[in-house]
């Protein structure tokens, strides 16, 4: 976790000073209580300091943010994709529509010789219907994002990273795909959604309610 310049300076006073009330880290930045009211506050919910009644602020270090952030590291694409919604990119636009209500998703991989080809989305689809076109005569491959331009995830790729690529792109959900040997070509082993990175934020403080 990150914090700011002032947060840094008073991790560093209390260090020094510990036991230390917020009346003294005040005159030592130069600053009012009330200024450092909100700092402090975020410091003791991350756990960096504790408030001891009548103590004052002690430094309990960054354990319980560097655990938190070592297990989030463990957690792989592996452990929270699910199953894969594919169609071959000869499928019409009108078919893989039914299939995306059928299955629930937002997103479907498209196929070519059962890799992956592309991707085809909700925008797509209501691209393709505002411009008028036959949806049952029009191919999926016709209107799909394509290959080389698909962002994927390695299922041994920690869950973290794979969030901030699904954040960087500014898309809903990536193919978890693997190499076939000896060529470049991709099979897709499953999906990773925000959904799926949702749900295992969600798991993972089940216990806050
Ligand atoms: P939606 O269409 O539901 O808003 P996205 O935001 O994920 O869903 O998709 C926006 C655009 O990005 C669409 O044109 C889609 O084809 C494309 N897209 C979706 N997923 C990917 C991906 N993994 N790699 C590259 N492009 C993608």
């Not at 700011?4 to 930045?29: C, D, F, M, W």
């Not at 354990?63 to 694409?77: D, E």
């Not at 954040?167 to 959604?193: A, F, Q, W, Y």
């Amino acid at each position: 976790m990150e914090f700011n310049e002032r947060q840094g300076h008073i991790i560093e006073i209390v260090k020094k000073y510990e036991p230390i009330t917020s009346e003294k880290i005040a005159s030592l930045l130069n600053v009012t209580r009330s200024t450092l009211r909100t700092d402090l506050s975020i410091l003791t919910k991350t756990h960096v300091l504790e408030a001891r009644p009548k103590v004052g602020y002690c430094y309990v270090g960054h354990q319980f943010s560097s655990k938190l952030l070592s297990s989030a590291k463990k957690i792989t694409v592996h452990d929270v994709m699910s199953r894969s919604v594919a169609i071959d990119e000869k499928v019409s636009i009108y078919d893989a529509i039914v299939t995306m209500f059928l299955e629930d998703v937002g997103t479907i991989f498209v196929l070519s010789d059962n890799y992956l080809a592309g991707v085809i989305s909700r925008k797509d689809f209501i691209k393709t219907a505002i411009g008028g076109a036959d949806m049952k005569s029009i191919p999926v491959g016709m209107m799909m994002t394509r290959m080389p331009n698909i962002v994927v995830a390695d299922e041994n790729e920690p869950i973290i990273l794979a969030a901030k690529k699904l954040m960087d792109h500014e898309i809903d959900c990536m193919p978890v795909v693997e190499k076939s040997e000896g060529t470049s070509n991709l099979k897709v082993l499953g999906r990773i959604s925000k959904t799926n990175v949702t749900e295992f934020f969600v798991d993972m403080f089940k216990e806050i309610k």
